[in-house]
Structures are given as C-alpha cells and as structure tokens.
C-alpha cells in the first residue's frame, strides 16, 4: 500500500518538549534560588523543535541511540505527553484548537503499543477487559456484543477467542505482545505508535509480529510511527526513516536512499555499526564518545563533540534541516 501524500495523518512543527522547566518553580523557591539558599530546577531537553510529518498509510521509521528523544517524541504523537512548545495536528486540525469532546475522538484514532508487552498490562484484568473496556466504554460495542467483538480483535491479532478468559501472566511474551495489539486495534486506530514493540521478544517471535504488522496495514489501512534501535529491522519494514540525536531530527529520507546515501555523520556512524557477515573484515567503527545530557545539550550542533569532521562553526550554529536530495532531508553544515 502507498502513502498518500496529499494529507497527513499527523503533522509536528517546531514541537518542543521539556521536563522540570524553571517556570514552574513556585515564587518561594525562585526567591530561595536569588538569595542562593537553592539551586534553579534543572530542565531536561527530551526534543528540540521537531518537524514531522506522517502521511496516512505510511510506515515511518525512528531511529537513534537511547536518550535521543524517540520515546518522548512518539508519546506526544499518540497524545500521552503535551507538548511543551510548537504545534501537533492530527488530520489538519491543531490539537490546540480542539475541544474536549474532539480531542478525545483524536486520541482514540492513534495508538501506541509499548516495548514491553508484560508492563502494558493489568495483570489483574482478564484478557477480555482489557482488550474489550475501551470499546466499550466509547460506545464501539455493547454488553450484548461484547464477546463477540473481543473475539474478533483477538483472531485478527493471531490469538485464539477461547484464552479471553485468561490473565496476561497465563501467557508467553510474544502473546502478550498480540494482546496489547489487539487490545491498540479495538478502538479502531488510524495510527499505531509502536515504541520497541518487538525488542523484548525472541528473534523468531519479532518476525512474526513483524508480519502481523504488516499484514494490519493492508488489511485495515493503518499507519505507523515504528520507533527501533534496529536499523535492520526498520530497513524491512519501513518506507521512510526519521533518524534523531539528541532530541533533533537530523537525517531524514526515503528507506532505500537512507541506507544507500545517508548524508549526515551520525546517521553514517549508525549504519556503519550494522552486524553484517563479511568474512573479508573484521573491523567495527563504534560511535567516539557519549551521548552528551540532555540537561546540557552542547551548543551549535549537538553531534559535534563526537563527529570527525566537526568544525568551528559545528560549535556555533544549529544547522537547518534542509533538503539535499529529492524527498532527502539533513541537518549538517558540510552541505554547504
């Protein structure tokens, strides 16, 4: 199934997000903070003025090292996190602008599956209530339906109807992992935020939820926001990948020409860090250095204390992200 390009799903400009922000010390902890008696609120920089666009049935892919905001920004696409500054609108509509009634059929249209699949539920549920509840209580079914619905979402999740009646620790990983699917596709989502959804699951496991994935998208038109540290993974399954540093979009492109061009350095040290079975080297290039705290970001480029190439002005100025290749967007000052 192809994107359509002509509307997209979900749109972020210029989104922001901090947690711990000065401005919410209260007026005696500000004025203990003048006399010196207290030390000012640290604030943690999770994503920096993001731009992105996730057109409907597409699949978008993103990628970076732990601590570079991916989890952060995937929460605020499915409504779980405010954004701090910037806007996010979902089918053209300013989140901003909603009321109450219209935010919550916007929050029922995108959900998120979380990494691991035996914290994401209540273990003191039956698989029924979970996977049925908030259908339920939106009016997508009634009592009379009920058992009939949750069945339906447990078979197109791969799951038998006959285990509805069992507890999440009655199950294996990768079935717990089909009960938060099935549990994501009863409201009837447009968009599925998946945050490691697969990395806590054994390898032959991944593959078949990877195909269960798949096999959603073209049978219900779904869209999704599929957040990994495995880039091979994201290369099979995504059409175009978003990579981030340090709470910054720095790369972005369509799957094929990222793997095959990528353009910026962090997105090239990346790739180069892919285990691939060439007996002919040996050799493995990781990363120089350590993601720098969030609570004090580098100035200029984030990237530059760790990139080989940096320069004075990498130290300086915030590089624009800008287009540098039909549909190919870097945030690097070498293109200049």
Same mark, same amino acid.
């Given at each position: 199934?192809?994107?359509?390009?002509?509307?997209?799903?979900?749109?972020?400009?210029?989104?922001?997000?901090?947690?711990? /922000?000065?401005?919410?010390?209260?007026?005696?902890?500000?004025?203990?903070?003048?006399?010196?008696?207290?030390?000012? /609120?640290?604030?943690?920089?999770?994503?920096?003025?993001?731009? @992105?666009?996730?057109?409907?049935?597409?699949?978008?892919?993103?990628?970076?090292?732990?601590?570079?905001? /991916?989890?952060?920004?995937?929460?605020?696409?499915?409504?779980?996190?405010?954004?701090?500054?910037?806007?996010?609108?979902?089918? &053209?509509?300013?989140?901003?602008?909603?009321?109450?009634?219209?935010?919550?059929?916007?929050?029922?249209?995108?959900?998120?599956?979380?990494?691991?699949?035996?914290?994401?539920?209540?273990?003191?549920?039956?698989?029924?209530?979970?996977?049925?509840?908030?259908?339920?209580?939106?009016?997508?079914?009634? /009592?009379?339906?009920?058992?009939?619905?949750?069945?339906?979402?447990?078979?197109?999740?791969? @799951?038998?109807?006959?285990?509805?009646? #069992?507890?999440?620790?009655?199950?294996?990983?990768?079935?717990?992992?089909?009960?938060?699917?099935?549990?994501?596709?009863?409201?009837?989502?447009?968009?599925?935020?998946?945050?490691?959804?697969?990395?806590?699951?054994?390898?032959?496991?991944?593959?078949?939820?990877?195909?269960?994935?798949?096999?959603?998208?073209?049978?219900? &038109?779904?869209?999704?926001?599929?957040?990994?540290?495995?880039?091979?993974?994201?290369?099979?399954?995504?059409?175009?990948?978003?990579?981030?540093?340090?709470?910054?979009?720095?790369?972005?492109?369509?799957?094929?020409?990222?793997?095959?061009?990528?353009?910026?350095?962090?997105?090239?040290?990346?790739?180069?860090?892919?285990? #691939?079975?060439?007996?002919?080297?040996?050799?493995?290039?990781?990363?120089?250095?350590?993601?720098?705290?969030?609570?004090?970001?580098?100035?200029?480029?984030?990237?530059?204390?760790?990139?080989?190439?940096?320069?004075? #002005?990498?130290?300086?100025?915030?590089?624009?992200?800008?287009?540098?290749?039909?549909?190919?967007?870097?945030?690097?000052?070498?293109?200049?």
């Amino acid at each position: 199934m192809r994107a359509d390009h002509s509307s997209p799903i979900v749109e972020l400009q210029k989104v922001s997000k901090t947690f711990g /922000k000065a401005a919410d010390n209260t007026a005696a902890q500000r004025l203990l903070q003048r006399l010196h008696l207290a030390r000012p /609120k640290p604030v943690t920089h999770a994503v920096d003025r993001v731009d @992105l666009r996730i057109q409907r049935g597409e699949v978008v892919g993103l990628v970076g090292e732990s601590g570079c905001g /991916k989890s952060t920004l995937g929460r605020m696409v499915a409504g779980l996190l405010p954004v701090s500054s910037g806007t996010a609108s979902v089918n &053209g509509k300013p989140l901003d602008s909603l009321s109450i009634a219209e935010r919550q059929a916007v929050r029922l249209q995108i959900q998120m599956i979380f990494q691991d699949p035996s914290a994401s539920l209540n273990p003191r549920l039956r698989v029924d209530r979970i996977v049925g509840e908030g259908a339920l209580l939106h009016g997508l079914t009634d /009592k009379a339906g009920f058992d009939d619905y949750v069945s339906a979402q447990l078979q197109r999740a791969g @799951l038998s109807p006959q285990l509805r009646q #069992r507890y999440p620790h009655q199950f294996s990983g990768g079935q717990r992992q089909r009960i938060g699917i099935a549990r994501a596709l009863a409201v009837q989502p447009q968009l599925l935020v998946c945050d490691e959804s697969v990395a806590a699951l054994d390898v032959s496991i991944q593959a078949q939820i990877l195909n269960l994935f798949m096999d959603l998208r073209d049978e219900l &038109g779904l869209t999704y926001l599929f957040i990994s540290h495995d880039l091979g993974v994201v290369e099979h399954l995504c059409d175009r990948v978003v990579v981030m540093y340090l709470g910054r979009v720095v790369e972005s492109a369509a799957v094929d020409d990222l793997f095959a061009r990528a353009n910026h350095p962090y997105t090239q040290a990346l790739l180069a860090q892919i285990p #691939r079975f060439d007996v002919r080297s040996t050799r493995y290039d990781a990363i120089q250095g350590e993601i720098p705290s969030p609570l004090n970001p580098p100035a200029g480029c984030h990237f530059h204390p760790r990139c080989p190439h940096a320069t004075a #002005r990498c130290r300086e100025e915030v590089p624009t992200l800008r287009e540098v290749a039909p549909n190919h967007l870097s945030a690097c000052h070498l293109n200049d």
